[in-house]
């Protein structure tokens, strides 16, 4: 019977320290020169004390009978602390930040909490290196830094995710249809992607323009068209002195880039006309009459 008991015992106590060792394995990750509110688990009480210790060192502290703030280190210019919640807040977090914080509310030791301060990471690249028949080939994603760590590894094609979760890939002639590698970089306070890269396979088509691309192109075209068309429309002007679509002739016509004569000059050319017709019939009748006159 009192065996039993010690058992039973035994494996409360175990189960209790596993409690206790997961309530204090609880992470908390921040950017490097972020800020972080460090909260305690929830008290019921009035607080009357409050003290937060960073590894075994006291950080800051508060007791009701004194109304001032006790800070340490850097916390006496970066921390503050809420004597209502018994909140922590760290700003501009440096990467020597990353400890174990543990708070005591009223005296009473509550669960830690570990504050782990990265680097976000940085844009990623990949780079390769094949076989000399380029059968097959390593990508490497480029970007990862000491202090980003845990990163995590993520590679794209453009047919979606791979199935892998190393810094490097290897891809041989059955991935010959994918036509663009891709890789991420993520870690618990930041996310980067680096830019598509062809696929170094000599089998692989070349990945397909974009629809934002094509009508970059299409609007080129139209202009390369436009301007030498308004350029003539404007040298026709110029040297004619009417629209294109006012002339009667066609453009290979010799008409159609000479200068079209006003209507005051076409009348004024008409009375010419009509007067050098009037002295040709008068002078005519005039020579008739003179030879009449000489016959005896």
Known sequence: MGLRVRAKACWLGALLAAVTAQAAAATVYKKL??????????????????????????????????????????????????????????????????????????SKTLASIDLRVISAVAVPSVTFSCNDGKTSCLLTCDGSSAEAEPVTYTWWTDSGIMNSTTRQLQITKDNSSLKEFSCELQNPVSLERS???????????????????????????????????????TIHRFKTGVCFYEKESLPWSQDFWTKENTSEDRADRSRCEMEEQRLTKNGGSGSVEAAGGSEP
């Open 33 to 106: 020169g972020d800020e972080v509110v460090l909260t305690p688990d929830s008290v019921s009480d009035v607080i009357e004390s409050i003290q937060w210790k960073e590894g075994s060192d006291i950080a800051m502290a508060w007791d009701l009978g004194d109304p001032n703030i006790s800070s340490y280190r850097q916390f006496r210019a970066r921390g503050s602390l809420n004597t209502a919640t018994g909140q922590m807040t760290i700003t501009g977090l440096t990467l020597d930040d990353s400890n174990k914080y543990t708070p005591e509310i009223n």
């Open 195 to 233: 830019a598509a890269i062809h696929s170094p396979l000599p089998n692989a088509a070349p990945p397909e323009e974009g629809s934002q691309m094509k009508v970059i192109k299409g609007v080129i075209v139209f202009l390369c068209l436009l301007v030498p068309l308004l350029l003539l429309i």
